[in-house]
């Protein structure tokens, strides 16, 4: 009998700490060889015993054992009631906003991703949906943007690439206050670094190509949901419009939870050498990265987060100096996406950001002149050497 890994856990102590979480939640060996790592159970479809009875899988767009392990040990490490794994991480948004309607009106995070910003703004206002864009970093903004209408307070903290920080459980008052849902966009800094249900989220995303993926080789995405309602509306939608994760990407994921913790603890590691390596750089103008004592939020990152994340930004005044720079790294390697083991340099003003019009960018201090570090695990006295002579 094929286990059900929606129910599935190690027999996890109540008070189990994250790293154990990462590795044991939703996971059992398997019932019929006893393999410690869930099987990839690569099918389209499940025989039924007789008429009206079966083993709790139907169909595998509804369920999938490799993917309810997913979900099962996502929702756990952030913290929530259960998990919902999609193709991607703008699937996994889209789904989310399948919870609005005509008339609704949606706070966002004035520097969030290009893709959700093109996603809202050409896709969702076709449907009479309303966004109101706002650097969520400062309350009385948050605040004096909602309406009657408002239906969800849309969060990204740090944001990319400028790494503006929201203050997650004055967002989640102000959200709850004006009867909207807090959904904190968690990609940037993931779960072990940030866990926004314990200040007061309503809905957790993430792309999972990022860092609970971590090696590069997957793309999907996933909502993490507490409220009971949210968490039905999610499972229907799903079902209903089939963007899932598959069985082999999840079981991709599942491997790169295990390793999360030690991970991210070099990612915090090699981005605090590289973010006091480039302060120090006479060709750089400006450092980004909340770890640094000048960064304006640093009292709210040492509060709010765990850690400091692998991403940095810095600025080296010009487009040019920019391009320089990108062309000459060696090590590192220009390419969009982030959270991998392997470091990654990019351009946002024309990558990842592209969609966003110049003038917002401008507005949000996202400048051509702009370089986006997603800092790996490699030897940090490496990146740096490859940095210096890359500004040389």
Known sequence: MITDYRQASMKLPPDARFSTICIHAGQTPDPSTGAIITPIFQTSTY????????????????QNPTRAALEANVAAIEGGNAAFAYASGMAAIGAITTMLKSGDHVVVTDNTYGGTFRLFDKVLTKYKIDFSYVDTSRPDLIEAAMRPATKMLFVETPTNPVLRLTDLSQAAALAHAHG??????????????????????????????????????SVG??????GDEDVEWLRFIQNAAGAILSPFDSWLVLRGT????????????????VAAF???????????????????????????????????????????????????V??????ESLGGVETLISHPATMTHASVPPARRQEIGLTDSLVR????????ADLIADLEQALS
Do not use: W
């Open 221 to 226: 995405g996933i909502v993490i949901a507490v």
């Open 180 to 217: 909207a849902k807090l959904v904190v966009d968690n990609t940037f800094a993931s779960p072990a670094v940030q866990r926004p249900i314990e200040f007061g989220a309503d809905l957790v995303v993430h792309s999972t190509t990022k860092y609970l993926n971590g090696h590069s080789d």
């Open 373 to 380: 570090i997603s800092v790996g695990i490699e030897d940090p």
């Open 47 to 62: 025989v039924q015993d007789e008429l009206g009875k079966h083993k709790g899988f139907e169909y595998a767009r509804t």
């Open 278 to 328: 480039l302060a120090a750089h006479p060709k750089v103008a400006n450092v980004i990265y909340p770890g640094l004592t000048n960064h304006p939020q640093h009292d709210l990152a040492k509060r709010q987060m765990r850690g400091f994340g692998g991403m940095l930004s810095f600025d080296v005044g010009t487009f040019n100096a920019a391009r320089c720079v990108l062309n000459r």
């Open 330 to 335: 060696r090590l590192m390697s220009l390419a």
């Open 258 to 273: 295990k390793t999360l913790t030690v991970r991210m603890a070099q990612h915090n590691t090699n981005a605090m050498a």
